[in-house]
């Protein structure tokens, strides 16, 4: 079993700056591409960040130049730093990482249950 455990949401004014982490557990043989997606209400998940075993990280037009993401593989971690927070960053936010269990097994996208960013006055 593996588990992705996020933290790091709760209510920012306009302009403020949350940190997100995600960490992974379990059975975790390696981990390839980690990441961020969100959903509002009332619309689809969506992605927000990417960042892989190593290369260049990618992000939704909508957060580049606010959102940073990065990662810590000795901790199994990613994090997402989000600067400058308007109301429309607001919804559930999901980590998600491709882990591979054990050496013959294939990667498979694992979910954190989400956690809730609220960008209000």
């Known amino acids: 079993q593996v588990q992705l455990v996020e933290s790091g949401g709760g209510l920012v004014q306009p302009g403020g700056s949350l940190r997100l982490s995600c960490a992974a557990s379990?059975?975790?043989?390696?981990?390839?591409?980690m990441g961020w997606y969100r959903q509002a209400p009332d619309k689809q998940r969506e992605l927000v960040a990417t960042?892989?075993?190593?290369?260049?990280?990618n992000y939704a037009d909508s957060v580049k130049g606010r959102f940073t993401i990065s990662r810590d593989n000795t901790k199994n971690a990613v994090y997402l730093q989000m600067n400058s927070l308007k109301p429309e960053d607001t919804a559930v936010y999901y980590c998600?990482?491709?882990?591979?269990?054990?050496?013959?097994?294939?990667?498979?996208?694992?979910w954190g249950q989400g956690t809730l960013v609220t960008v209000s006055s």
């Open positions: 379990g059975s975790i043989f390696s981990i390839n591409a």
């Open positions: 960042i892989p075993s190593s290369g260049s990280t």
């Open positions: 998600t990482a491709d882990v591979k269990a054990n050496w013959g097994r294939p990667y498979l996208q694992r």
